[in-house]
């Protein structure tokens, strides 16, 4: 547990040195988290891989941060709370597996949507009645935990 602790530190402190559309040296960022060679090389790796930063090497290692990505260590504790919430969830609604779900009218657009009946809903705008969810029964799932092994 310990180790773990002190990677995601260094995880964050790498993170936070990147700077976006700023490429840094595997130097600068040695000496801006105080990791050492094989937890920077482990942590670069993590984040390339996951596809929160990217890597050049022309002619050494440099790293920046992809645009738009946000911190790792914030998308695994989403990822942990979704986990732990599906695990929470009776196994018997875990075998229907929702493929779709309306969220605006398909007449009007209107986003007011009642709910009338199990699996029908009527548009507050237009009145129009339609369903509400396309559920399919018996799927298969993709553990939350798998994405983080």
């Not at 482990?42 to 992809?66: G, M, Q, Y």
């Not at 009145?127 to 799927?139: F, K, L, M, N, T």
């Amino acid at each position: 547990m310990r180790n773990e602790a002190v990677n995601q530190v260094f995880l964050e402190v790498v993170w936070s040195a990147l700077c976006k559309n700023e490429w840094l040296s595997s130097s600068e960022l040695k000496a801006a988290s105080g990791a050492d060679d094989k937890t920077l090389t482990r942590i670069v790796d993590f984040l390339v891989r996951w596809n929160f930063a990217e890597v050049r090497r022309s002619p050494s290692l440099h790293v920046r941060r992809k645009s738009g990505a946000i911190s790792p260590t914030e998308v695994v504790g989403l990822l942990r709370t979704i986990n732990e919430t599906s695990q929470a969830i009776p196994v018997d609604l875990k075998r229907a597996f929702r493929f779709a779900e309306r969220v605006a009218c398909r007449i009007c657009g209107g986003r007011g949507l009642s709910l009338i009946g199990e699996n029908e809903v009527e548009c507050v705008k237009c009145h129009e009645r339609q369903w509400y969810a396309i559920v399919v029964p018996g799927s298969k799932h993709v553990a939350f935990s798998d994405l983080l092994a």
